[in-house]
């Protein structure tokens, strides 16, 4: 079965409506991202796809472990890319 196509929506509008975005999410299976300015800030997933989720990090760590050459492999394909998170240090300018 293919998955619902995902949903684009700003945070404030999800706040304001946010039982049947829950809703939606729950009963279609639809992926909702929720944006600040157009840019993508978190998503709103079923608990069916977040268990899956879950279940396939574990095996991709496994794999990590116990096959780290099939792993290295597996990641260069992959869409997904390692994620490196820059923290605002205090003194930053952010103006």
Same mark, same amino acid.
């Given at each position: 079965m293919s998955q619902p196509a995902e949903k684009r929506m700003g945070v404030s509008d999800a706040r304001a409506n946010m039982t049947e975005v829950i /809703? &939606?999410?729950r009963l279609l299976g639809a992926?909702?991202?929720l944006t600040r300015r157009d840019k993508p800030? /978190?998503?709103l997933i079923s608990v069916e796809a977040y &268990? &899956? /989720?879950?279940a396939l990090r574990k095996l991709v760590e496994g794999l990590k472990t116990r096959e780290p050459e099939l792993y290295e492999e597996f990641m260069a394909?992959?869409?997904l890319k390692p994620?490196?998170?820059?923290?605002?240090k205090p003194d930053d300018d952010i103006l």
């Amino acid at each position: 079965m293919s998955q619902p196509a995902e949903k684009r929506m700003g945070v404030s509008d999800a706040r304001a409506n946010m039982t049947e975005v829950i /809703a &939606e999410v729950r009963l279609l299976g639809a992926p909702v991202v929720l944006t600040r300015r157009d840019k993508p800030q /978190a998503v709103l997933i079923s608990v069916e796809a977040y &268990e &899956e /989720a879950k279940a396939l990090r574990k095996l991709v760590e496994g794999l990590k472990t116990r096959e780290p050459e099939l792993y290295e492999e597996f990641m260069a394909q992959s869409v997904l890319k390692p994620r490196t998170v820059r923290r605002r240090k205090p003194d930053d300018d952010i103006l």
